[in-house]
């Protein structure tokens, strides 16, 4: 007869277990692939060697957890030692190549390709950035260059 007691402790339990997860509102998935390097997962917070000189591929794939997102993926900032990433700045030592295009994969992913130039040496942060009211993402990625 005590399992009475134990049944709403439970859904309380799995409540706050559902809405921690909402905090999590939308994830990005980082893959690079240049000339001399194979398709390579990137996890957020790491620091990747580039040569200097050579051109990358950065695809930013942004799923969206709680499928109704009111900011589009357009409005995700990718900023570069705290500037805002744009094309052909070649003050900025990593040079990105084309505007940056969201394509719709599915109902809660799309996709980006950064093409880049690793035109400098040095270690440069890039940070991605959705400012959302359900939980939003803030990550970067070191690039070192040599």
């Not at 003050?91 to 084309?98: A, K, N, P, T």
């Given at each position: 007869?005590?399992?009475?007691?134990?049944?709403?402790?439970?859904?309380?339990?799995?409540?706050?277990?559902?809405?921690?997860?909402?905090?999590?509102?939308?994830?990005?998935?980082?893959?690079l692939s240049g000339t001399n390097l194979q398709d390579m997962r990137i996890l957020p917070g790491s620091?990747?060697?580039?040569?200097?000189?050579?051109s990358y591929t950065l695809r930013v794939e942004f799923v969206e957890d709680h499928r109704k997102c009111s900011i589009p993926p357009e409005e995700t900032l990718f900023m570069l030692d705290g500037r805002k990433w744009r094309v052909d700045k070649?003050?900025?030592?990593?040079?990105?190549?084309?505007?940056i295009q969201w394509t719709v994969q599915s109902k809660t992913s799309n996709v980006t390709l950064l093409p880049f130039f690793a035109l400098q040496e040095g270690t440069f942060t890039l940070s991605i950035i959705r400012d959302c009211p359900k939980g939003g993402y803030d990550e970067t990625i070191t690039f070192s260059i040599s």
């Open positions: 007869m005590r399992t009475h007691h134990h049944k709403p402790l439970l859904l309380i339990t799995m409540l706050i277990i559902l809405s921690s997860v909402s905090l999590f509102a939308c994830e990005m998935n980082f893959n620091t990747i060697a580039l040569q200097e000189g050579e070649s003050e900025q030592g990593i040079v990105l190549q084309d505007p």
